[in-house]
């Protein structure tokens, strides 16, 4: 009458993986008036499940340098706690940033605009820049979320590190498929995370950018404190262990 919960954590030295497998062959799976009914394999063949799991601990120098991308809606509807709260979050990453990474950030509203034409290494005087860019932010106009998303994902590449995106937005607008169809078509290995903030959040929305964007989605309202989702959000956005993944199934068809 209520659900099973499991919890676990990680204790692993190194990154572990798990292959989990279900081949071709017929499986007794119950009986029925004393004969025994099987099930066997369709023509798809079998299923299986492998999991990777990162170590325990991951030190700054076994994590993969990133591309912060930092997407701030300015539209009117962000006037007051919302984009104040966006600026704060946004200063906060700058100053998380390690040596190796770079970042970026795009404010957008009835069009889009950039930081720099690429990504900025975190020298004190690009950080400075950063936050004055960020300052000089004020609420009005429309909410183009496609301009923002396209300089997001299409701006040139660095092979060697993780693009991650946050998007702060509070996502009222009123053609989300449009915008998921976009992202499912271009995210390209970019994780983004989507945060809501206001006092009515399209949840459907930040949910949806999130789960398609391989990242988690988080809604700060008006009236809640800030400071454990922004030190869940850094958790997540600062350890990237595993890029650029493929699997050799060696001629298997799959």
Known sequence: NRDFVLKYRLTGARPQV????????AAQVGRSGGAAATKTQDERGGHFLLMLQPQRQLTRAETAPRELFLVADTSGSMDGVPLQRVKQIAKLCLGALGPRDTFQVIRFSSDAELLAPKPLAPTAENVSR???FLETMGAGGGTEFAAALALALK???DPKRARIILFMSDGLIGHEAEVLRYLRENRAGANLFALGLGSSVN???IDGMARIGQGEPFVLLNSEPEGSLVKRLFELVSRPALTSISVDFGGLQV
């Not at 798990?18 to 062959?25: F, H, I, K, P, V």
């Open 203 to 205: 949840r459907f929305l």
């Open 130 to 132: 950063g936050v004055a």
């Open 155 to 157: 701006s040139g590449r």
């Open 18 to 25: 798990t292959l989990l497998a279900n081949w071709s062959g």
